[in-house]
Structures are given as C-alpha cells and as structure tokens.
DNA sequence: CAGATTTGGTTGAATAACCAAACAGCATTG
DNA sequence: CAATGCTGTTTGGTTATTCAACCAAATCTG
C-alpha cells in the first residue's frame, strides 16, 4: 500500500528535477529529498524514465483547467487562465518542455510525452470546435487552429522559461486576437500554394 | 591553423548528436565519429556546452534565410520557406529543441539558447514591422505578433517532431491566415482585461 | 644552409568522479 | 509464516576533463 511513500518520492522528484534538470539529476538525489533509500525508488517506479513520466503525470493533474463556459466565452477564459498559469507554474512548464527534448530520444519518454501533446491540442481542439459551431463556421477548421493555438501555447512558455522578463500576457493577448478573427475570416488559407 | 579539423568535429557531433540526442551522446563518441583523439576535441572547444552550441551555430548559419522581398509578399515567402524547413532539417530543428530544453538548468548552454531565440524573434519582428509599415497599422504591434508567430513556429516545429505524421503544412497555412488577419484588425487585444 | 628551437596540432592514457539498476536481506504487519 | 514495504550495498559500467608526451613543420640562428 502506502501511496504514501509514493506520493512523496514523486513529490522529491519534482522538488529535485525542478532545482537540478533532468540529466543532472540522479535516482540518488532524490531519495535523499524525499528521505529514502536509494533502493525504494526502484522499489515503487521500475526506471528512471517512468519515474520522470509519472512526475509529469502528478504535477498536471494536480491543477487540470476547470472548464465550465462555453463558446467564445469558455476560450477567452481558457486564454485568462493560460497566461495565470505561464507565471506561476514555471516549474511544471520547464519540465513539460525538458521533456519533449529528451523524449526525441528516448522511447519511453518520448511516447509518453506524444500522449501529453495529444491529449493537450485535443482539448484546445475541443474549444475551437464549440467556438466555429457557434458562429456557424466550417467545424473542419479547428484542427489547424488547435495546433497553431497548442504551438503558440507551448511556445510562449519557452519563450517565458528562456526570458523572465518576457510578456506573456501581451503575447497572449495577441494570440487571442489572432485565432478569434481567425474565425471570423472565410479563408482558412489565404496563402498562396507553391 | 586547420580549420578543417574543427569544422569535421563539427559535422561529425551533429552527427551524433542527431542519431543519440545530447545526453546520450559523449565526448569520446564524437571523436570517434570524427577519427580523432579524444583530448583534441577539448583543444578546439573548451567544454562539452560549448562545443553543442558551436555545432548549433553551425548548422544554423549553413542555410539562413535568403529574404529578399518585402512586405506581406516577403511575409507570405517567409513562410513558405518555413514550411519546407519543417520537413527537410529535422535533425536541426532536434537539436534546437533539445538545448532549449537543456539550457533551462545550464547556464552556459542557457545564455547561449537565450540568443538564438533572441535573433529568430528579431528577424521575425522585422518583417512583421514591414506588413505592418505597407498596411500603415500601428508598428508598435510587432512585437507582439512577432512573439506569436515565432512561438507558433516553435510549437509546430515540436509537434511535427514529436508525431511525424503532423500536417505542418496546413498549421503554417492557418498561422499565416491568422496573423494577416490579425493585422487587419484594429483591435490589438480585444481580451478583457482582468 | 645546417642545425637548434619554437609552435600548433595531435595523441592516448590517467584522473576522479558519477550513475542506474540489481540484489540480498531486514522489518513490520496481517 | 507469508507478504509487503523498505534498506544499503554491490555491480558493472559510464563520464568530462586534464595531462604529459609526441611530432612535423615553421622560424630562427650562427
């Protein structure tokens, strides 16, 4: 039994990932953090690589996005919470992004992170589908919207993580501005082909 | 002298560095791949960060945007190129996504990241001032679409990376019709603050 | 112009760590 | 007396970086 334990090894890892990065952090380190042997880690999670997945996996959860509005309204409050997020869970970004590089060669870390990435884009996907349905536009659209708004998303975190001092919230903003009027315009794409 | 041996040390860590990602990837690896001792890879380049970041200066400066015309007709051709880049230099664009990752927790590889990401946001702000300038819209306005737009970029480039199968193509597309769009709107933020 | 000396490039081994994972065995509890 | 949770060590490697020595070509010297 004892989630307890398991809680708590998950709870260093992240404690330790956050401070160290992932390739200097070692299986040592944190039992250490979360008062352990070494051996325990082991014990509860069989590699180093689930450990991380698993890490990632609790500290999403903990702070899934309500929802609740819908349309237009349930987007810009979706924007409202996103940029909240971008200050104060820098932590949690800088691993999700760690991640997504190492997992280009790992195996294990990199399906793991595909099911994230996944998972994320389709509940964007999920708003713009309502957003298009209520101003009766073509619903096909939201695919290349999610993946444009996910990209902007995980690239103003980059942008945030690498810069302090950058403005998310005006790039946010901007990309508000930017997918609603997307919406509005008839053209999915007005660029010229070849 | 020998500028060629640096420069083989160069070709040969990408080569590595591409097939193994950089923490599975070794000084003595590298010098193997290029036939060479490994003491002499620490005589041209200090440390093993170092030695990364001159691999991605490397690979970067090989192909640089060519440019050439202007506004929205430069914009439209900006990314279209980007498009191609998507699926033809991958191992580049890895790469790139890995130091990022990387940089978070080194600061020599941090400072270095923190550049790169600096002059790509730079040459897009440029041309998004130039739209901006042809269309007589408020200049201020570029930064922020350019924050946008290289973050899209980024995303996209992750997404593609992540799941091959990845339309980029119709993403770039909808990214294109987005921030025209959003220039032709007046309203820079049509969010509601608070 | 022959011999000495410096220089830049190169080598391979030595150093001084460090690590993930496996293992054998000790508690505690049901 | 299991079985589950847990410990601490061993195993079998790995690593970046330093270092002393080597060599060939260039430069200097007498």
């Known amino acids: 039994m004892s989630a ?18 992932y390739e200097n952090t070692s299986i040592k380190d944190i039992a250490e953090e979360a008062d352990v042997a070494q051996g325990l880690v082991h014990y509860y999670f069989k590699s180093k690589q ?4 698993a890490v990632l996996e609790y500290v999403c959860r903990k702070v899934e996005v309500g ?4 349309g237009e ?11 909240e997020m971008m200050g104060s869970r820098t932590d949690t970004n800088a691993l999700y992004i760690q991640l997504i590089g190492v997992g280009l060669h790992d195996k294990v870390i990199g399906a793991g992170v595909r099911e994230f ?8 996907e ?3 589908r309502e957003v298009l349905h209520q101003r009766e536009a073509d619903p096909t659209r939201a695919r290349g919207i ?3 708004v996910w990209a902007a998303m995980l690239g103003i975190m980059v942008q945030k993580l690498v810069e302090p001092e950058f403005n998310s919230d005006e790039a946010i903003d901007t990309l508000a501005a930017m997918s609603l009027s997307a919406v509005y315009s008839s053209t999915p794409a007005p660029v010229a082909e070849r």
Do not use: Y
Not at 50 to 53: E, K, P, R, S, W
Not at 117 to 124: E, L, S
């Open 4 to 21: 307890d334990t398991r809680e708590k090894i998950l709870q260093a890892a992240f404690t330790v990932l956050s401070r160290q990065g």
């Open 50 to 53: 689930l450990l991380v997945l």
């Open 67 to 70: 929802g609740g509005l819908e």
């Open 73 to 83: 309204a349930g987007a810009l409050r979706a924007f409202e919470e996103t940029k």
């Open 117 to 124: 990435v996944h998972r994320d884009r389709m509940h964007i």
């Open 126 to 128: 999920d708003i713009a």
């Open 146 to 148: 999610a993946a444009v």
